[in-house]
């Protein structure tokens, strides 16, 4: 059963999920610009503040009437500060197929305790039914449910007249997957995914509507400083031209920064998806000729392109084991399933990843599974 154990390494074995491969050729040097022991309020700070909000909405093609902050929390700050700021004038419908989905219907039904909550869920592998979301409430959903590898097909299932709003978390698909902005109202993502940014801080994105909702009266709650994105009634707009709420690592913004360029430079939007594809169809390709490994995801059109999720069939080798071996060689680091997800592999394959060391990392998953495999037999 054993195949012979490759030669060729992959040049970065970083699969993680998060925090994410660096950029390709990226070294500490990145940040020899970074504005660091002065102040983010001095003019030269609050400038790479912007720059970060501006390069990432021209990348992202958000439309102009569209607001986008720098917030503390990453992107969990991010997806909470809207939670807490917006949900209550309306029910809301709560979509969930693995598990950070699972942690905003805990936010919304344990902490925030609202009165109307629909909890629309599907077990790992599905996606829950899209036609049953009643739009007449909020929603609040992943776009890409990063510990199952199920993301949503495209956004034909949210309507354009829709009387709620649709809150989405996007960070594991913001700058790998075209969203359809017209069809979000609040949009997040962190640092640390796509563009292999540093953690720490998470990017809100608010459609005109979202902010009527939020000047429309205060959330029927108290707010923490953290949280608050008005200021007597009206949209607090220096927050969304980078005087960020608190203080942010100008380490990590010079990170950001450096990230939004080699997005550039790589053909934007367009390039970073096509990145992502590429890795995640030479790794289905493979999976596709192997049969002890299966997409989680059921249908192909949900299958995501960043963090690729893979379970076991018809083997005794304990995926646990697989990624302890591929880490001892240095072939692949993290791609062990999430610790809530069914035992199985995941491997990201987002922007920042070369297509050429997942093709060389299929050839140690084998290896990896042929040592398992015999290993288990053994002891059976
Ligand atoms: C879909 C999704 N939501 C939320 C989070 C939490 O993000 P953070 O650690 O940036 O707060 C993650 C992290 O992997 C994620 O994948």
Not at 91 to 103: I, N, P, R, T, Y
Not at 173 to 198: C, H, I, N, R, Y
Not at 289 to 297: D, F, G, K
Request: proline share 6%; glycine share 10%; net charge negative.
């Amino acid at each position: 059963m054993t195949t012979a154990k490759p030669t060729r390494l992959p040049a970065r074995p970083h699969f993680s999920s998060g925090p994410c491969a660096k950029r390709p050729g990226w070294s500490p040097e990145a940040l020899a610009g970074a504005w660091l022991g002065r102040s983010h309020r001095a003019k030269g700070g609050a400038a790479k503040l912007a720059e970060v909000i501006d390069r990432s909405r021209t990348v992202l093609g958000m439309p102009a009437d569209y607001r986008l902050a720098i917030v503390p929390g990453s992107d969990t700050g991010a997806v909470e500060m809207a939670l807490w700021s917006l949900l209550g004038p309306r029910g809301v419908d709560m979509l969930a197929w693995e598990s950070f989905g699972q942690e905003w219907v805990s936010d919304v039904t344990k902490q925030l305790k609202l009165d109307d909550v629909r909890v629309l869920d599907a077990e790992y592998g599905a996606l829950p039914d899209l036609s049953a979301v009643d739009w007449t409430r909020d929603v609040v959903f992943t776009w890409n449910g990063t510990t199952s590898g199920v993301r949503v097909p495209d956004g034909s299932w949210i309507p354009d007249d829709r009387e709620g709003l649709a809150i989405c978390d996007a960070t594991s698909a913001a700058f790998a997957m075209v969203l359809p902005w017209e069809k979000l109202d609040v949009v997040t993502w962190s640092w640390q995914k796509v563009l292999g940014g540093e953690g720490a801080h998470g990017m809100l994105a608010l459609s005109p509507r979202a902010v009527a909702r939020l000047e429309g009266g205060p959330a029927p709650r108290p707010l923490p400083k953290l949280f608050r994105l008005t200021k007597g009634g009206k949209l607090n707009e220096t927050v969304f031209e980078g005087a960020t709420i608190n203080t942010p690592s100008m380490l990590c913004v010079e990170d950001a920064l450096d990230g939004l360029r080699w997005a550039e430079s790589v053909g934007g939007l367009k390039g970073l998806v096509a990145r992502s594809r590429a890795n995640a169809d030479a790794l289905q390709a493979w999976v596709d000729q192997r049969p002890w490994i299966a997409n989680l995801a059921e249908a192909e059109a949900t299958r995501s392109t960043t963090s690729v999720c893979l379970k076991l069939v018809d083997t005794l080798a304990d995926p646990k084991r697989i990624a302890r071996l591929l880490e001892e060689a240095g072939a692949a680091f993290d791609i062990g399933g999430y610790r809530n997800a069914p035992p199985g592999l995941r491997i990201w394959c987002g922007a920042t990843v070369e297509t050429d060391d997942i093709q060389a990392l299929t050839a140690w998953l084998d290896w990896a599974h042929g040592v398992a495999a015999d290993e288990a037999e053994k002891a059976a």
